[in-house]
């Protein structure tokens, strides 16, 4: 997701020994069962529930805010699980990126309507910060046969810089957009007939942001979502990209009518309103580590407590 303001991206880290390690890691995950990759990532999982203690208090927080009529015990289950997810989600980019296209194929699924996908006009692919949201976008580009747009901000790390625009552009006719490039270019490549992957679903800071509900909470969101579906007179069509036993399963939902409208924070607010229901789903694979709640109305104070 990007600012309309473009800015100019920060120089690339030098490439270490630890680096190379990481990534040889990865490299020799992608060949090994997706029962091992999960065994691991459980294991990863509860190690990092257990040190990343910020991170958890962070997790809690949200969880606290978003479903208030959960107990302390079903709370710290949820985070404990939600913990695991995204391990598992980490070390599954391990196969997506490195693995034959064949297992890749196999471990991903995409359901529901995918003719909205295969419609050659301008889209926007709302795609919720969930965790396996890269499992969904190597979904999308292995099976939909058009040009898609996704946003990338990159790393300051070159190394692993490279190893994530590699892996993004593995299949298909996939074309970044660097985030410090502002909205323009995203907006003419959609007015092409393009699909955007986009996740506008995280505080952005006050930064032409609105603050409209979400589960209820006052939260900063830019409206990102109705601005290029408005200017790149596209549709808007939600991608859920679920993790299962097998792989992942990718829903495409129905495009949404009648959106945008001619009030953006009210497109805006109805953007998180559809957020919370497909949360509702899955909400221990939602990004919870975030801290969604950051920026807070004038006068009011911060729901982290000092995190």
């Not at 992957?197 to 409206?223: C, K, N, R």
């Not at 097998?246 to 953006?264: C, K, M, N, R």
């Not at 975030?290 to 920026?295: D, M, N, V």
Request: overall charge positive; glycine content about 8%.
């Amino acid at each position: 997701m990007s600012n309309t303001t473009a800015t100019t991206p920060p120089p690339a880290a030098p490439q270490r020994w630890s680096d190379r390690l990481g990534l040889g890691f990865m490299r020799l995950l992608a060949r090994l069962p997706l029962a091992w990759v999960r065994g691991l990532g459980w294991l990863v999982g509860q190690v990092l529930h257990l040190v990343a203690a910020r991170r958890r208090r962070i997790a809690s927080t949200n969880w606290a805010l978003c479903f208030p009529q959960d107990s302390e015990a079903q709370r710290r289950r949820a985070v404990r699980q939600h913990f695991v997810h995204f391990a598992q989600a980490w070390l599954d980019r391990s196969w997506l990126w490195e693995a034959d296209e064949a297992i890749v194929r196999a471990r991903l699924r995409l359901t529901g309507a995918t003719h909205e996908l295969q419609v050659e006009q301008p889209t926007v692919i709302l795609a919720p910060h969930f965790v396996g949201l890269d499992a969904g976008g190597m979904a999308v580009s292995l099976n939909v046969k058009r040009p898609l747009i996704s946003i990338y901000a990159g790393q300051l790390n070159e190394a692993v810089d490279q190893w994530i625009r590699a892996g993004r552009l593995r299949f298909g006719d996939v074309k970044l957009v660097e985030k410090h490039q502002g909205l323009r270019p995203v907006i003419h490549l959609v007015r092409g007939g393009g699909a955007l992957y986009l996740l506008p679903d995280m505080d952005m800071g006050p930064q032409e942001s609105v603050f409209v509900p979400f589960f209820g909470v006052p939260t900063a969101t830019v409206p990102t979502l109705p601005r290029i579906a408005r200017l790149g007179h596209a549709r808007v069509v939600p991608v859920i990209s679920r993790m299962t036993r097998e792989g992942y399963d990718v829903e495409v939902l129905p495009a949404w009518s009648d959106y945008p409208g001619e009030d953006a924070v009210a497109d805006t607010a109805t953007m998180n309103q559809k957020l919370e229901a497909m949360i509702a789903t899955m909400p221990e694979q939602y990004y919870w580590v975030h801290k969604r709640f950051k920026t807070r109305p004038p006068g009011e104070a911060s729901l982290y407590n000092g995190d």
